[in-house]
């Protein structure tokens, strides 16, 4: 058990630039969260997945923000034409549909400039 | 819907002291209550969680939470602070029904005083 994966841990871009984030869960888990935190604030639920089926997404998650989990293993988080306002942590984890408790992976920072 | 407050967004104790987070939740159902722990720049770590069994719940590092249905709370304890306890707290409720999806606190940040 090597525990959640999150790639890149920082990244820095320009506005109206794209970015695609990566996740690896633990591997047997089936289901994958991602959330955002911004400095000073608890995280916020954006959206989740059951294998490769994704279950709900949050008003968060507005129509540059896409979410993808082929074959129900690794995750990505893609946020088209950036805003300084994506500036925040991304966090993901996963958890056994049957278990509650949900594991966190060390998140990936962005800073949009 | 759910939601979670937390009472104090910074707290300082001595070294020794007692730690007391609190955490007032409110859920539709029988609710799933976690605390967990952030460290600089880093992911978050459970520190104990909440399922319906006993009310009373140990977690790591010495710490311990008390589920009160009457009152709505979930507060967290530690008897004895230790330096390394300096960090963000986070108290977290979901719903089974809701696809076990947490709803967070805005967080507790601990400064432990030598």
């Known amino acids: 058990d090597t525990g959640v994966s999150q790639n890149p841990r920082h990244k820095i871009t320009k506005r109206g630039q794209n970015v695609t984030f990566r996740c690896d869960p633990i591997?047997?888990?089936?289901?994958l969260y991602w959330y955002r935190q911004t400095l000073g604030q608890g995280p916020e639920f954006l959206t989740y997945?059951?294998?490769?089926?994704?279950?709900?997404k949050s008003r968060l998650l507005s129509d540059r923000f896409s979410a993808e989990r082929p074959k129900g293993s690794f995750s990505t988080l893609e946020i088209q034409r950036t805003e300084q306002g994506d500036s925040a942590m991304y966090l993901c984890?996963?958890?056994?549909?049957?278990?509650?408790?949900?594991?966190f992976g060390p998140g990936t920072r962005l800073t949009v400039l | 819907a759910q939601s979670v407050t937390q009472l104090g967004s910074h707290v300082s104790v001595s070294e020794g002291a007692l730690v007391l987070l609190r955490c007032n939740y409110s859920?539709?159902?029988?609710?799933?209550l976690f605390w967990y722990v952030q460290y600089p720049n880093q992911g978050l770590q459970l520190l104990l969680k909440?399922?319906?069994?006993?009310?009373l719940v140990k977690g790591i590092n010495g710490f311990e939470a008390e589920f009160k249905k009457s009152e709505t709370s979930f507060h967290l304890t530690k008897p004895s602070a230790h330096m390394s306890d300096a960090a963000e707290y986070f108290c977290?409720?979901?719903?089974?029904?809701?696809?076990?999806?947490?709803?967070f606190g805005g967080g507790t940040r601990v400064l432990v005083k030598p």
């Open positions: 909440y399922t319906s069994a006993a009310t």
């Open positions: 977290a409720v979901s719903e089974k029904a809701a696809g076990n999806k947490l709803t």
């Open positions: 859920s539709s159902v029988p609710p799933y």
């Open positions: 997945f059951q294998n490769e089926a994704q279950l709900e």
């Open positions: 591997s047997e888990h089936n289901r």
């Open positions: 984890a996963s958890s056994l549909a049957a278990v509650d408790e949900q594991f």
